[in-house]
C-alpha cells in the first residue's frame, strides 16, 4: 500500500456513490472535520437503484477473519438506535444458525469459537431451545443452532438516507441524477470528476476535487477505470423472494409490538449448509438463495437512470429465475413448515459485488494520486468499512489491519477477466460453504508454475495455490519412508497432568547431540484435519530434521533494487540496519508511522548499491514503488517470475551441496545470514544461508531458465543420503516448531515488533532513522504478546481465530493466529496472542477447538533447536 499523506481538512473530497457506503463514508468525512465533501449519485436520491436499494440487511457479525468481524461490529455500533422519521436504521434481532447434520453441528461449533474470540455474544442451542426461541420451525430437522442476540438487520436505504442527510447537514453538497463520466487528472493526481445530467446526458460540467472515491458499488470495476485502476470484483445475481402472508405469524415483535412490513421481530436464520438465509418481514418470510449456479452479469449490461425512472426497473434487481431457487424455497420449508404452499410474491435476482477472497476493495490509487476506492463492501461491513476509509484519508492511517483489505493484494498478472469472472462466481458458490483452513480453489489453476513443476509432479505432488502458484503439499512417493529401516517415530508428548516432566519441552526426542536421530510422530486426526493434510508431511518432517530435503520455495516474492542511494533509502524503509558489508543478509521489518508491522523482509547486499529482498506480495511492491526516490536513481524490479528458488535443508545439506559448488559453502567460508554467488553444477546460483525451517541449508536462487539442471543435479547428488522433495504441509510445522513468524498472519500492522517477538529485527539506535521509529520510542508495546503454546497431539490443530481461554475459567483473553502438528516435537505447536500477563512460559491456557477445550500451556522458544546448534554447522 503506498503512504498516505494526511488530507487536509479543507480538501475538494468527492465520493462517487451514494449508496451505503458512499453515504456512510460522506457522513464519516464529515464527522471528522472534512469541509468540503460532495456526494454524487448517478440515481435518483436515496434509492439510486444499486444493491443498497433492495439488500436485506442481515448483519452477521461471526467470521474467521478478525477484521471482517470488527468492520460489521462497527457498523451495528454506529447505527445503533439512531432512526429516520421515527423509524429505526438497525434492530439487533439476533442470529440463528441452523444445524441439521453432524458436520454442521460442528461448523457452528466452530464458529461459536470465531464469536467467543472476538468479543461477539454467543450461545450453542439444542433443537429444543431453537424451537422456543422461534416458534413454527420443525425441531425434527434441527440438530442444534447458534444464537448470536447482538446480530441484526440494517434497514439499508433508512441508513442511506440518514446518513447522507446528516452529512448534508454538516455541510457536505449531496448530488443525485449526476453521472460521473471521467476523472480529470494533471500530472499524475486528481483534480476533478467531469459529470452529467443521468437523465439526459447533457449538462457536462467538472466538480473541482483534490480526492475523488470510488464507492460505486456493483458499477465499482467501471468506475475504478477511471481512475487507472483495475479492481477484481464482479456483479453476481442473486435469488430473492418474499412468501405470501403466513398466517401462523403473529406480525409482533416478542413484546406485542405491530411490525412494520419490512421488519423482524425474531433473530434472523442462516443455514450454511443449504445455502440460505430467512427472516421474517411483518407477516411474511424473505427468503435468501445461494445454492444456485453462479449468475455473473457483465457490469455493462446493467441498466442505466433513464430506464429505471421510465419503469422503476432498478439495475440492481434482474429477472427473477425461478428454477435457480426452487432449492433454496423447498429448504426453507423443510425447516419451517407453514410457508409450504404459499405463493411468492416480489420475486427477484438482486446484483451484489463479489471479490476472489470476498474481501473489500479499499485504499488508494497505485497509479493516480488523490483517487481511492471503497468498492465490494455489503451492507454487513458498511458503516465500519466507510470509518477505515475516512480516517484513512484524513489521518493517514487506517486505524485496523487493512492487509485483506488493500485493493491492491493481488497480484496484477492474474487479474485478467477470465480470472476476475471465474473467482467472482466460485466466492459466490461457496458464500455459504465451509471454509475448511486450508481449502483451495479451482479457479484458472496453474497460471504460474516453477521449473521444477514436472519433477514435482513426477514425484506425485499434491498441489495448493497462492497467489496463482502451483505449491506442493506432500509427495506421495514419499509414502514409502515409512518402511524405510531408518525411520524413527516416537509417540505423542505427554502433556498436563499426565506429563512426567515439569514442561512440555523437557523431551529427550529432542537431544542436544545435533547427530542423533531425530524421531516424529504421526497424529492421529479427525475429519477437520485431514483436509488437504496426509501423514506423509510427518515423514518429510522427519526426512528434512534426519537427512536432507528439496522445497521449491519459488513461490516467494523477490526484488532486486539498485542504484545509487539504494542503502540509504532501503535503511529509511526497515527496522534493522542492512548497510552492512556485501553479502551480509539482514531479517527486518517495513513498519508503519504508528509502528506497525506493514511487512517482514530478508534483505541480501549483494553489492555497494545493489539488494535481494525477499518479501510477502504485491502490497510490498506497491508500498516500495510508491516511496522509490524521486531522483529516480533507486530502481526496483520483480524477480520472482524470472527466477526460481531451491531450498536445501537438512543435516546432510552441506554434503550434497559442496561437491557441485565452485565457492566456499563450509560453515567458515558462508555463515549463517551470510549470501554468496556461487556456482552449483555449473548454474550461476545466489545462495542465501537461511532457513525457515531450522535446519542447515540454503536457499538457492537462480534464472528460471537454469532451475531444472539445477533441480536435477541436486536431486542426483543427494540420493546418496535420502533426499527427497517436500512440501509445504511439513514446510509449515517445522516452521512452527521453529518459532518463525508469518506476516498477515501471525502479526500485522495492529502490533508492534516487541509484541510480537521480532524486538530482535529493530535498531532503534540506527543512524538516520527508519518509519516507525519515533511511535516506538513512545510506546513499544500494546500490552499483548504473541506466544508460543503446545497441546495435545491428538486434541487436533485448532485454526486461525480459535479463542484463548485462561485455564480454568470460561475467560477469553485472546486467540490463536497459526497451529500445526509438531510432528518432533510430538504435540501440537502454534501462536497466540495474549495479554502479556498470561505470557509467562508455562502459564496454563485453555484454547477453544469446537466447542470443546483443549489445554495449553505456553512454551519457551524456539521449542526446537534453542540454541541453534543444528542450523549453525
Given at each position: 500500500?503506498?503512504e498516505?499523506?494526511p488530507?487536509?481538512?479543507?480538501?475538494?473530497?468527492?465520493?462517487?456513490?451514494a449508496g451505503v457506503?458512499g453515504?456512510?463514508?460522506a457522513d464519516e468525512?464529515?464527522?471528522?472535520g472534512?469541509?468540503?465533501?460532495?456526494l454524487?449519485?448517478?440515481g435518483?436520491?436515496?434509492?439510486?437503484?444499486?444493491s443498497?436499494s433492495?439488500?436485506?440487511?442481515?448483519?452477521?457479525q461471526?467470521?474467521?477473519?478478525?477484521?471482517?468481524?470488527?468492520l460489521?461490529?462497527?457498523t451495528m455500533?454506529k447505527?445503533?438506535?439512531l432512526?429516520l422519521?421515527?423509524?429505526?436504521?438497525?434492530?439487533r434481532?439476533?442470529?440463528?444458525e441452523l444445524a441439521?447434520?453432524p458436520?454442521?453441528l460442528?461448523?457452528?461449533?466452530?464458529r461459536y469459537?470465531f464469536a467467543?474470540?472476538?468479543?461477539?455474544?454467543a450461545?450453542?442451542?439444542?433443537p429444543?431451545?431453537?424451537?422456543?426461541?422461534?416458534?413454527?420451525?420443525?425441531?425434527?430437522q434441527i440438530?442444534g443452532a447458534?444464537h448470536t442476540?447482538t446480530?441484526?438487520?440494517?434497514?439499508?436505504?433508512r441508513?442511506?438516507e440518514?446518513?447522507?442527510?446528516r452529512a448534508e447537514?454538516g455541510?457536505?453538497?449531496?448530488m443525485?441524477?449526476t453521472?460521473?463520466?471521467?476523472v480529470?487528472?494533471?500530472?499524475?493526481r486528481?483534480?476533478?470528476?467531469l459529470?452529467?445530467?443521468?437523465?439526459?446526458g447533457?449538462?457536462?460540467?467538472?466538480i473541482?476535487?483534490?480526492?475523488?472515491v470510488?464507492a460505486g458499488?456493483?458499477?465499482?470495476?467501471?468506475l475504478?477505470?477511471l481512475g487507472g485502476?483495475r479492481?477484481?470484483?464482479?456483479p453476481?445475481?442473486?435469488g430473492?423472494?418474499?412468501?405470501?402472508?403466513?398466517p401462523e405469524l403473529p406480525g409482533?415483535?416478542?413484546?406485542?409490538t405491530p411490525?412494520?412490513?419490512n421488519e423482524p421481530?425474531?433473530?434472523?436464520?442462516?443455514?450454511?449448509?443449504s445455502g440460505?438465509?430467512?427472516?421474517?418481514?411483518?407477516?411474511r418470510?424473505g427468503?435468501?438463495a445461494?445454492e444456485?449456479?453462479?449468475?455473473?452479469l457483465a457490469p455493462e449490461d446493467l441498466?442505466?437512470?433513464?430506464e429505471l425512472?421510465s419503469t422503476g426497473q432498478e439495475?440492481?434487481?434482474?429477472?427473477?429465475t425461478?428454477?435457480?431457487?426452487?432449492?433454496?424455497?423447498?429448504?426453507t420449508a423443510?425447516?419451517f413448515?407453514?410457508?409450504k404452499?404459499?405463493p411468492l410474491?416480489?420475486?427477484?435476482?438482486?446484483?451484489f459485488?463479489?471479490t476472489?477472497d470476498?474481501?473489500?476493495?479499499?485504499?488508494p490509487?497505485s497509479?493516480?494520486?488523490?483517487?481511492?476506492a471503497?468498492q465490494?463492501i455489503?451492507?454487513?461491513q458498511s458503516?465500519?468499512c466507510a470509518?477505515?476509509v475516512?480516517e484513512w484519508i484524513?489521518t493517514?492511517h487506517p486505524?485496523?489491519d487493512t492487509?485483506?483489505?488493500d485493493?491492491n493484494r493481488?497480484?496484477?498478472d492474474l487479474?485478467?477477466?477470465e480470472w476476475?469472472?471465474?473467482?467472482a462466481s466460485?466466492s459466490y458458490?461457496e458464500v455459504y460453504d465451509?471454509?475448511?483452513?486450508h481449502?483451495d480453489?479451482?479457479?484458472?489453476?496453474?497460471?504460474?508454475?516453477?521449473?521444477?513443476?514436472t519433477?514435482?509432479?513426477?514425484a506425485g505432488?499434491?498441489?495448493?495455490?497462492?497467489n496463482?502458484w502451483?505449491?506442493?503439499?506432500?509427495h506421495?512417493?514419499?509414502?514409502?519412508?515409512f518402511?524405510?529401516p531408518e525411520?524413527?517415530s516416537?509417540?505423542?508428548?505427554a502433556?498436563?497432568?499426565?506429563a512426567?516432566a515439569?514442561?512440555a519441552l523437557d523431551?529427550?526426542?529432542?537431544?542436544?547431540d545435533?547427530?542423533?536421530?531425530?524421531?516424529?510422530a504421526?497424529?492421529r486426526?479427525?475429519?477437520?484435519?485431514?483436509?488437504n493434510w496426509?501423514p506423509i508431511a510427518a515423514?518429510?518432517a522427519?526426512a528434512?530434521?534426519n537427512r536432507?530435503?528439496m522445497y521449491?520455495?519459488?513461490?516467494?516474492t523477490r526484488?532486486?533494487v539498485?542504484?545509487?542511494?539504494?542503502?540509504a533509502?532501503l535503511e529509511?524503509?526497515?527496522s534493522?540496519?542492512?548497510?552492512?558489508?556485501v553479502g551480509?543478509?539482514?531479517?527486518?521489518l517495513?513498519?508503519?508511522q504508528?509502528?506497525?508491522?506493514?511487512?517482514?523482509?530478508?534483505v541480501a547486499r549483494?553489492?555497494?548499491?545493489?539488494?535481494?529482498?525477499?518479501?510477502n506480495?504485491?502490497?510490498?511492491?506497491?508500498r516500495?514503488t510508491g516511496?522509490?526516490p524521486a531522483?529516480g536513481?533507486v530502481h526496483?524490479?520483480d524477480?520472482?517470475?524470472?527466477t526460481?528458488c531451491?531450498g536445501?535443508?537438512?543435516p546432510?545439506?552441506?554434503?550434497v551441496?559442496?561437491p557441485l559448488t565452485?565457492?566456499?559453502?563450509s560453515?567458515?567460508?558462508?555463515?549463517?545470514?551470510?549470501?554468496a554467488?556461487i556456482r552449483?553444477?555449473?548454474?550461476?546460483?545466489?545462495?542465501?544461508?537461511v532457513s525457515?525451517?531450522?535446519?542447515?541449508?540454503?536457499?538457492l536462487?537462480?534464472?528460471?531458465?537454469h532451475?531444472?539442471r539445477l533441480?536435477?543435479?541436486?536431486?542426483a547428488?543427494g540420493a546418496p543420503?535420502?533426499i527427497?522433495p517436500?512440501g509445504?504441509?511439513a514446510f509449515?510445522s517445522?516452521?512452527?516448531e521453529?518459532?518463525?513468524?508469518?506476516?498477515?498472519?501471525?502479526?500485522t500492522r495492529e502490533?508492534?515488533?516487541e509484541?510480537?517477538?521480532?524486538?530482535f529485527?529493530?535498531?532503534?539506535e540506527?543512524?538516520?532513522g527508519?518509519?516507525?521509529?519515533?511511535?516506538?520510542?513512545e510506546?513499544?508495546?500494546n500490552?499483548?504478546r504473541?506466544v508460543?503454546?503446545?497441546?495435545r497431539?491428538?486434541?487436533g490443530r485448532p485454526?486461525?481465530?480459535?479463542?484463548?481461554l485462561?485455564?480454568?475459567?470460561?475467560?477469553v483473553i485472546?486467540?490463536v493466529?497459526?497451529?500445526?502438528f509438531g510432528?518432533?516435537t510430538?504435540?501440537?505447536i502454534?501462536l497466540?496472542?495474549?495479554p502479556?500477563?498470561?505470557a509467562?512460559v508455562?502459564?496454563?491456557l485453555?484454547?477453544?477447538?469446537?466447542g470443546?477445550e483443549?489445554?495449553?500451556e505456553?512454551?519457551?522458544e524456539?521449542?526446537?533447536?534453542?540454541?541453534?546448534a543444528?542450523i549453525?554447522r
Amino acid at each position: 500500500m503506498p503512504e498516505t499523506t494526511p488530507a487536509d481538512p479543507s480538501a475538494r473530497i468527492v465520493v462517487i456513490g451514494a449508496g451505503v457506503v458512499g453515504a456512510a463514508l460522506a457522513d464519516e468525512l464529515i464527522t471528522r472535520g472534512a469541509q468540503n465533501v460532495t456526494l454524487v449519485d448517478q440515481g435518483p436520491l436515496y434509492h439510486t437503484g444499486g444493491s443498497s436499494s433492495h439488500a436485506p440487511g442481515f448483519v452477521f457479525q461471526t467470521s474467521p477473519s478478525r477484521t471482517m468481524c470488527q468492520l460489521a461490529q462497527r457498523t451495528m455500533n454506529k447505527l445503533d438506535g439512531l432512526e429516520l422519521d421515527g423509524k429505526p436504521l438497525s434492530a439487533r434481532v439476533g442470529g440463528l444458525e441452523l444445524a441439521s447434520t453432524p458436520g454442521q453441528l460442528q461448523e457452528i461449533k466452530r464458529r461459536y469459537g470465531f464469536a467467543r474470540a472476538w468479543g461477539v455474544p454467543a450461545k450453542l442451542l439444542t433443537p429444543e431451545q431453537t424451537v422456543e426461541l422461534w416458534p413454527g420451525l420443525d425441531v425434527t430437522q434441527i440438530l442444534g443452532a447458534l444464537h448470536t442476540p447482538t446480530d441484526g438487520v440494517v434497514y439499508s436505504a433508512r441508513a442511506v438516507e440518514f446518513q447522507a442527510r446528516r452529512a448534508e447537514a454538516g455541510g457536505a453538497t449531496v448530488m443525485g441524477l449526476t453521472r460521473v463520466v471521467e476523472v480529470e487528472t494533471e500530472d499524475g493526481r486528481v483534480t476533478g470528476v467531469l459529470v452529467e445530467d443521468a437523465t439526459t446526458g447533457e449538462d457536462r460540467r467538472t466538480i473541482p476535487a483534490d480526492i475523488v472515491v470510488a464507492a460505486g458499488g456493483i458499477w465499482g470495476h467501471p468506475l475504478a477505470k477511471l481512475g487507472g485502476m483495475r479492481l477484481p470484483m464482479h456483479p453476481m445475481e442473486h435469488g430473492f423472494a418474499w412468501t405470501a402472508p403466513v398466517p401462523e405469524l403473529p406480525g409482533t415483535a416478542p413484546d406485542g409490538t405491530p411490525l412494520a412490513d419490512n421488519e423482524p421481530g425474531r433473530p434472523i436464520i442462516r443455514h450454511q449448509g443449504s445455502g440460505l438465509y430467512f427472516r421474517e418481514f411483518g407477516n411474511r418470510i424473505g427468503i435468501g438463495a445461494y445454492e444456485h449456479r453462479p449468475i455473473p452479469l457483465a457490469p455493462e449490461d446493467l441498466t442505466d437512470t433513464p430506464e429505471l425512472l421510465s419503469t422503476g426497473q432498478e439495475p440492481a434487481k434482474r429477472a427473477f429465475t425461478q428454477e435457480d431457487f426452487e432449492f433454496c424455497r423447498a429448504e426453507t420449508a423443510r425447516f419451517f413448515p407453514a410457508i409450504k404452499d404459499l405463493p411468492l410474491e416480489d420475486e427477484f435476482n438482486g446484483v451484489f459485488s463479489f471479490t476472489p477472497d470476498g474481501g473489500p476493495m479499499l485504499g488508494p490509487s497505485s497509479t493516480v494520486e488523490g483517487f481511492w476506492a471503497a468498492q465490494a463492501i455489503w451492507v454487513t461491513q458498511s458503516a465500519g468499512c466507510a470509518e477505515v476509509v475516512a480516517e484513512w484519508i484524513l489521518t493517514g492511517h487506517p486505524g485496523i489491519d487493512t492487509h485483506g483489505l488493500d485493493l491492491n493484494r493481488f497480484d496484477p498478472d492474474l487479474l485478467s477477466d477470465e480470472w476476475i469472472r471465474g473467482k467472482a462466481s466460485e466466492s459466490y458458490d461457496e458464500v455459504y460453504d465451509v471454509h475448511f483452513p486450508h481449502q483451495d480453489t479451482t479457479i484458472t489453476r496453474g497460471l504460474k508454475t516453477s521449473p521444477f513443476h514436472t519433477r514435482i509432479q513426477d514425484a506425485g505432488g499434491v498441489f495448493s495455490e497462492a497467489n496463482g502458484w502451483e505449491r506442493a503439499l506432500w509427495h506421495q512417493q514419499n509414502a514409502s519412508l515409512f518402511s524405510d529401516p531408518e525411520f524413527l517415530s516416537r509417540a505423542p508428548k505427554a502433556f498436563g497432568a499426565s506429563a512426567q516432566a515439569p514442561s512440555a519441552l523437557d523431551d529427550a526426542a529432542v537431544s542436544n547431540d545435533i547427530d542423533a536421530p531425530v524421531p516424529v510422530a504421526v497424529p492421529r486426526r479427525d475429519a477437520w484435519d485431514q483436509v488437504n493434510w496426509s501423514p506423509i508431511a510427518a515423514a518429510e518432517a522427519w526426512a528434512t530434521r534426519n537427512r536432507v530435503a528439496m522445497y521449491d520455495m519459488s513461490s516467494l516474492t523477490r526484488y532486486r533494487v539498485k542504484g545509487a542511494g539504494a542503502t540509504a533509502w532501503l535503511e529509511g524503509l526497515t527496522s534493522n540496519k542492512i548497510g552492512k558489508t556485501v553479502g551480509a543478509v539482514t531479517y527486518a521489518l517495513m513498519l508503519d508511522q504508528r509502528g506497525g508491522i506493514l511487512s517482514d523482509v530478508t534483505v541480501a547486499r549483494l553489492d555497494d548499491e545493489e539488494y535481494f529482498i525477499g518479501a510477502n506480495g504485491p502490497l510490498d511492491l506497491d508500498r516500495l514503488t510508491g516511496l522509490l526516490p524521486a531522483s529516480g536513481t533507486v530502481h526496483i524490479e520483480d524477480i520472482t517470475t524470472s527466477t526460481c528458488c531451491i531450498g536445501l535443508w537438512g543435516p546432510h545439506a552441506r554434503d550434497v551441496l559442496e561437491p557441485l559448488t565452485e565457492g566456499d559453502v563450509s560453515h567458515e567460508g558462508l555463515k549463517y545470514f551470510r549470501s554468496a554467488k556461487i556456482r552449483v553444477a555449473g548454474v550461476p546460483v545466489l545462495a542465501l544461508r537461511v532457513s525457515y525451517v531450522g535446519e542447515l541449508g540454503w536457499e538457492l536462487y537462480t534464472q528460471a531458465a537454469h532451475g531444472l539442471r539445477l533441480w536435477d543435479q541436486i536431486a542426483a547428488a543427494g540420493a546418496p543420503y535420502g533426499i527427497i522433495p517436500a512440501g509445504r504441509a511439513a514446510f509449515s510445522s517445522l516452521r512452527l516448531e521453529k518459532g518463525y513468524r508469518s506476516f498477515g498472519t501471525d502479526m500485522t500492522r495492529e502490533d508492534t515488533p516487541e509484541d510480537a517477538g521480532l524486538g530482535f529485527a529493530v535498531r532503534m539506535e540506527k543512524e538516520g532513522g527508519f518509519i516507525g521509529q519515533d511511535a516506538l520510542r513512545e510506546r513499544s508495546t500494546n500490552g499483548r504478546r504473541l506466544v508460543a503454546f503446545g497441546a495435545r497431539l491428538d486434541a487436533g490443530r485448532p485454526e486461525a481465530g480459535a479463542a484463548v481461554l485462561a485455564a480454568g475459567t470460561d475467560k477469553v483473553i485472546g486467540w490463536v493466529t497459526s497451529a500445526d502438528f509438531g510432528y518432533v516435537t510430538g504435540q501440537v505447536i502454534g501462536l497466540a496472542w495474549v495479554p502479556v500477563e498470561y505470557a509467562e512460559v508455562g502459564t496454563a491456557l485453555s484454547i477453544l477447538r469446537f466447542g470443546t477445550e483443549i489445554q495449553a500451556e505456553v512454551l519457551a522458544e524456539p521449542v526446537y533447536d534453542a540454541g541453534m546448534a543444528r542450523i549453525r554447522r
